[in-house]
Each structure stands twice: as structure tokens, then as C-alpha cells.
């Protein structure tokens, strides 16, 4: 007998095996799920380790394997390893990543359910926030979203340690004349454009990767941005002035892809659900501290911050609401009047 052969066969053999496991995929959870075996969902999302997102999805990942005795295991990939923002949404919605996170803005090309969002002076406060994503209003987002998309939304989680500061190289800005003639980086967003062009600036579409380039170049003079992602981004070694105007945050938004949450029995559902629900408020009181964190460390590094007067920051405020009625025809006012409602 010839051992080699056999022995070779054997390895081929256990290889088809594995194979066959292994790209089996959803088409197997039925059968992985009647023998009591591990089910493993992938995650993608663009944050660096120290950004609270990354830690709210590992925490997230770390609860649904507590709570299904370690039947369930998500598999986190982040940094923009397996997907950015708008490709995470895409795989989501082809079945090819699991579950997927996006921040709501950049949403935008796939739904409308979350262009309220934008809107500046749209929510009070952080806290007064949490009172629309994580109520009613938030569930029926979620509903819309599964209709437009065909996915999943499991929770929402704070982004960018509060709202957004205005930052420049050129002078201390308090109020929006001050603002006149800046040239200002803007995200694609129409609103965000609207907004800087209400102030008085000059608004800039430039993609994220090259910003850093354009601020050390003076393509712009400065920007509307997160303090995390500021600080994060070595942004403040091109920029000298930072004011607090309040008027613009976003959330990220945790999407399923429907054939992995069908592939799941109702009791690993609500695993899912409650582990993102815990998620949530976990996440908000990490990002709140990392703006505060953050806020600090770039008055360390050299930028004056500003803080407008209630005066001056009514000047902000009636210039940031008056773009409002330019895009009732995409977010009705009788919903922004709802917003408004729920946050009381």
C-alpha cells in the first residue's frame, strides 16, 4: 500500500472540507445553527484604534459574544481596512459585508432618511440629540432605511466628540463677517455648503485624503470639522484659530445586511439588538470625552480657541436656520417641526 498516496489523498480531501465550510457562508447558517457550531459576521468600519467608534464597535463585538456564550462572534475590521463609509454601505447592501458603518451624511447617495441631519442648528445639544436617534423618530428612520436600502439599521453611535468647530490660519473669527472672503473646506454636502456660504465664506468641496494637503498648501484657509477628527488628522499643524459655533453634528450608523440578519435565529436577533443598544450609550459617553480630550490637546498644540458671545452666537444661529426653507423640498418642515418636538 502506498502510504504517500493516501496520506496525499487524505490532505486533499480534508482541504475540500474545509472549503466547502468555509464558502459555504449564509448559505450554511441553517446547518451551522442546528449543530451548535460558532457564526461569525464581519464588520467594517473606517475609524483608527483611538477613535470612539472603534472602541464602541469593539465593546460591540466583545457584548454579542458574551451573550451568546460565544456562539456568535462579530469580526471587526476598521480603519478603512475592508471598506470605507459609502463602500461598507455597498457591501452591505450586496450581501458581501455583514454589517457595515457609515456616517449619516455620507449616506446620502443611498437615502434621504438622514439629511435632517445636516441641517444646521437642527438639535440643541448632543444629549438632546440622543432623544430623536434613540427614540421614535429614530425607529422609524430605521424602517425607511430598510425599505430604501434593503438593510438592517442597528443602532447609532456619536461621532467627532460633539459638534463641529470652525478652524482657520488667517485671524480669530467671532462672528460670521469675520468669515468673509475664508476659503473653507466643505464635505459634498449642499447643506454644509449653504451653511458656509450663509457665513460669509468661501466653501470648498475637498476629498478627505487630500484636506491635510490643502490646508498646508492654503488652498483653503481652514475648515468645519469635528474636533476629534481634527486633532486625530494632525489638522491643527496647518491652522492657528478655532471657534465654537455648534451648528452641524453627525452620527454613524450600524447597517446589516438583510440575508446576514435573516440568517440568524429571533434569539441571536435580539442579542444583536440589545448588544447595540448598549453600544450606543457606551459610545456616547466615550465621544463626549474625546471632544473634550481633543478640544484641549489642540489649544495645547497651539490654537486659539473661541468661545461667541449669546450675542454672537445668535448671528451664527439666525444665519445657519434662515438656509433651512432652501430644502423643505427634501426634508418637510412638518418633520423638522417634529425634531424639534421630540428634543423637549
Given at each position: 500500500?502506498?502510504?504517500?498516496?493516501?496520506?496525499?489523498?487524505?490532505?486533499?480531501?480534508?482541504?475540500?472540507?474545509?472549503?466547502a465550510v468555509g464558502?459555504?457562508?449564509?448559505?450554511?447558517?441553517?446547518?451551522?445553527?442546528?449543530?451548535?457550531?460558532?457564526?461569525?459576521?464581519?464588520?467594517?468600519?473606517?475609524?483608527?484604534?483611538?477613535?470612539?467608534?472603534?472602541?464602541?464597535?469593539?465593546?460591540?463585538?466583545?457584548?454579542?459574544?458574551?451573550?451568546?456564550?460565544?456562539?456568535?462572534?462579530?469580526?471587526?475590521?476598521?480603519?478603512?481596512?475592508?471598506?470605507?463609509?459609502?463602500?461598507?454601505?455597498?457591501?452591505?447592501?450586496?450581501?458581501?459585508?455583514?454589517?457595515?458603518?457609515?456616517?449619516?451624511?455620507?449616506?446620502?447617495?443611498?437615502?434621504?432618511?438622514?439629511?435632517?441631519?445636516?441641517?444646521?442648528?437642527?438639535?440643541?445639544?448632543?444629549?438632546?440629540?440622543?432623544?430623536?436617534?434613540?427614540?421614535?423618530?429614530?425607529?422609524?428612520?430605521?424602517?425607511?432605511?430598510?425599505?430604501?436600502?434593503?438593510?438592517?439599521?442597528?443602532?447609532?453611535?456619536?461621532?467627532?466628540?460633539?459638534?463641529?468647530?470652525?478652524?482657520?490660519?488667517?485671524?480669530?473669527?467671532?462672528?460670521?463677517?469675520?468669515?468673509?472672503?475664508?476659503?473653507?473646506?466643505?464635505?459634498?454636502?449642499?447643506?454644509?455648503?449653504?451653511?458656509?456660504?450663509?457665513?460669509?465664506?468661501?466653501?470648498?468641496?475637498?476629498?478627505?485624503?487630500?484636506?491635510?494637503?490643502?490646508?498646508?498648501?492654503?488652498?483653503?484657509?481652514?475648515?468645519?470639522?469635528?474636533?476629534?477628527?481634527?486633532?486625530?488628522?494632525?489638522?491643527?499643524?496647518?491652522?492657528?484659530?478655532?471657534?465654537?459655533?455648534?451648528?452641524?453634528?453627525?452620527?454613524?450608523?450600524?447597517?446589516?445586511?438583510?440575508?446576514?440578519?435573516?440568517?440568524?435565529?429571533?434569539?441571536?436577533?435580539?442579542?444583536?439588538?440589545?448588544?447595540?443598544?448598549?453600544?450606543?450609550?457606551?459610545?456616547?459617553?466615550?465621544?463626549?470625552?474625546?471632544?473634550?480630550?481633543?478640544?484641549?490637546?489642540?489649544?495645547?498644540?497651539?490654537?486659539?480657541?473661541?468661545?461667541?458671545?449669546?450675542?454672537?452666537?445668535?448671528?451664527?444661529?439666525?444665519?445657519?436656520?434662515?438656509?433651512?426653507?432652501?430644502?423643505?423640498?427634501?426634508?418637510?418642515?412638518d418633520f423638522i417641526?417634529?425634531?424639534?418636538?421630540?428634543?423637549?
Amino acid at each position: 500500500m502506498n502510504w504517500k498516496k493516501l496520506t496525499g489523498l487524505g490532505l486533499v480531501l480534508a482541504l475540500v472540507v474545509f472549503s466547502a465550510v468555509g464558502c459555504g457562508g449564509k448559505d450554511t447558517a441553517k446547518q451551522a445553527d442546528q449543530n451548535g457550531a460558532v457564526k461569525k459576521l464581519v464588520l467594517a468600519h473606517s475609524a483608527t484604534p483611538d477613535n470612539s467608534l472603534a472602541m464602541a464597535y469593539d465593546k460591540f463585538a466583545e457584548l454579542v459574544k458574551a451573550k451568546s456564550n460565544g456562539k456568535l462572534i462579530i469580526e471587526v475590521h476598521g480603519g478603512g481596512s475592508l471598506a470605507g463609509d459609502q463602500t461598507a454601505v455597498e457591501g452591505v447592501k450586496m450581501g458581501t459585508i455583514d454589517i457595515g458603518s457609515s456616517a449619516s451624511n455620507n449616506m446620502a447617495p443611498f437615502t434621504n432618511a438622514f439629511l435632517f441631519a445636516d441641517l444646521p442648528y437642527i438639535f440643541d445639544s448632543i444629549e438632546s440629540s440622543h432623544k430623536v436617534w434613540w427614540g421614535p423618530i429614530g425607529e422609524e428612520l430605521k424602517q425607511k432605511v430598510e425599505k430604501d436600502i434593503n438593510a438592517k439599521v442597528l443602532f447609532y453611535l456619536d461621532t467627532g466628540g460633539g459638534f463641529r468647530v470652525i478652524t482657520n490660519n488667517k485671524k480669530e473669527v467671532k462672528t460670521p463677517a469675520d468669515l468673509k472672503g475664508l476659503k473653507l473646506r466643505a464635505t459634498a454636502s449642499p447643506i454644509e455648503v449653504a451653511l458656509l456660504k450663509a457665513w460669509g465664506a468661501n466653501p470648498t468641496p475637498i476629498p478627505w485624503p487630500e484636506v491635510y494637503t490643502a490646508l498646508e498648501q492654503k488652498v483653503v484657509e481652514g475648515e468645519h470639522l469635528h474636533p476629534v477628527w481634527i486633532y486625530q488628522a494632525k489638522h491643527y499643524e496647518a491652522l492657528k484659530y478655532m471657534t465654537v459655533v455648534d451648528a452641524m453634528s453627525n452620527v454613524h450608523v450600524a447597517l446589516m445586511s438583510k440575508k446576514a440578519w435573516d440568517s440568524l435565529t429571533p434569539d441571536e436577533q435580539k442579542i444583536i439588538m440589545d448588544a447595540g443598544k448598549e453600544t450606543q450609550e457606551f459610545c456616547a459617553k466615550v465621544d463626549a470625552e474625546k471632544g473634550q480630550e481633543a478640544l484641549k490637546k489642540l489649544q495645547e498644540a497651539g490654537l486659539k480657541l473661541y468661545k461667541p458671545t449669546s450675542e454672537e452666537a445668535k448671528q451664527w444661529k439666525d444665519a445657519g436656520v434662515a438656509i433651512w426653507p432652501q430644502f423643505y423640498d427634501k426634508v418637510p418642515k412638518d418633520f423638522i417641526d417634529r425634531v424639534i418636538a421630540a428634543q423637549k
